[in-house]
């Protein structure tokens, strides 16, 4: 498989498709020498986990160049990411280029531009994701999310920029109660470190928009599950437990509710936004229709055919009881229209999730 050619400690890049051996100035594939066009390809950060791969796949697909940006770190299993960076190989050949490094890191990303100047549409969707364990260690969140994402913003801003997608999330609405969460609520009020830099980089990239008159699209995704989905998160962590007959966490009486979005349904809006730069906008990518979590749980117990062991644990602190998102101001501007209801895409994440299990034990 890739061997990877190390510039800096934190830093490789990985030279299956870029490089054939381990010295770019002798590379056996002159294609891989190639310097790019920033106009006609695509940097994808994040593009070796969950949504930044089915994003990087889905513009791979329309034929786009794409530049993956990703320091596959060991939040979770980096075999699932160095599995997810193989379907982003194969999807891809020649028209997908995979460096491995911080998104903070000059030096490394004056590398990457070497061969792929800063393309002039940008994905970010390189982040810490996840709430609790931004409460656990703010500092890493701080790091990547808030530091990485004004790196991206200052290079797109120096370099020129046609469309800057990046993400933000629906845990900026905090402990709203409200039935329906607007971008136009007030969000200054984050339970989480996780969410506050979110809203964070939401406050700076406005900033770049006003300065610079960068097009600037930060995209609120709602509870986003489906194949290769993160096994931190309730989706595919309750699949594996319940199909394996293990016991899992029910944080509360299971009544609290979210507003869970089939990834095809995110790819979509994540693309609308890219190809329809209009000024600074902030979208609720979500699916409109919340579940409760015991409805959750049955739905997965009728799709695996096994009966959920349900360990009751109290409420956690940084969680939301509610998430709902009102999508018509991304249906109103991007034609935005999700797809997939919860139990379809449970039914599909389960399918995936056999067949992945059915090809590791072979
Ligand atoms: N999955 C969801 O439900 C959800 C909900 C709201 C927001 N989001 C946001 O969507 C984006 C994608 O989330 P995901 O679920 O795919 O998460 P993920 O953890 O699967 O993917 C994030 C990727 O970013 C990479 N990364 C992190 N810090 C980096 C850095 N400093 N330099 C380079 N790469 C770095 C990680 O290695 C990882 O592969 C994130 O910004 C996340 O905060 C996700």
Redo the contacts with the bound molecule.
């Keep these: 498989m890739a061997s990877q050619l190390t510039r800096s400690p934190s830093s490789t890049i990985d030279d299956s498709d870029a490089m054939s051996t381990t010295s770019s100035s002798s590379s056996a594939n002159p294609k891989d020498d190639e310097v790019w066009d920033s106009a006609t390809s695509v940097l994808v ?10 994003v990087a796949e889905a513009l791979l697909a329309r034929g786009e160049r794409v530049v993956v ?5 060991d ?2 299993d980096v075999s ?2 160095e599995a ?1 960076l193989d379907v982003l190989r194969r999807a891809g050949g020649d028209n997908v280029r995979i460096f ?6 000059v030096a490394f990303l004056e590398q990457v531009f070497e061969t792929c100047p800063m393309p002039r549409r940008v994905v ?7 709430v609790r364990p931004s409460i656990d260690d703010p500092f890493v969140y701080v ?3 808030v ?2 994402t004004t790196r991206l913003l200052e290079l797109a801003a120096k370099h020129g920029s046609d469309s800057f997608v ?6 900026v609405y905090g402990g709203s109660k409200k039935a329906l969460f607007s971008e136009t609520d007030a969000v200054d009020l984050p339970v989480s470190p ?1 969410a506050a830099t ?1 809203k964070a980089c939401e406050l700076l990239a406005y900033t770049y928009h006003h300065l610079y008159k960068m097009n600037i699209a930060g ?7 489906g194949p290769r ?2 096994p931190d ?1 309730a989706p595919l962590k309750f699949v594996d437990k319940i199909s394996r007959g293990e016991p899992i966490d029910r944080f509360g009486d299971g009544s609290s509710s979210r507003d869970y ?1 089939y ?1 095809d349904d ?1 790819v979509d809006g994540v693309l609308k936004a890219l190809d329809r730069p209009l000024g600074y906008q902030i979208y609720n990518l979500g699916n409109g229709s919340p579940t409760r979590l015991n409805d959750f749980i049955k739905l997965v117990e009728k799709y695996t055919g096994k009966n959920a062991v349900i360990r009751q644990k109290p409420d956690q602190p940084g969680d939301v009881p509610r998430t709902c998102a009102d999508i018509s101001k991304a249906k109103t501007l991007l034609d935005y229209d999700p797809q997939t209801p919860f139990p379809e895409g449970i039914r599909k994440l389960v399918e995936w999730y056999q067949s992945a299990e059915a090809a590791a034990a072979k």
Aim: glycine share 14%; net charge positive; with cysteine.
């Design positions: 950060t994040g593009g070796a986990g969950f949504v930044g791969s089915h940006v990703d320091e596959v770190n939040y979770y699932r990411k997810n491995r490094g911080d998104i903070c890191d970010h969707m390189a982040a810490r994701a996840g790091h990547s999310n530091h990485g990046f993400a933000s999330s629906s845990s996780y979110k995209l609120r995704f709602f509870t986003v599950f989905g993160r998160m979005t990834v995110v």
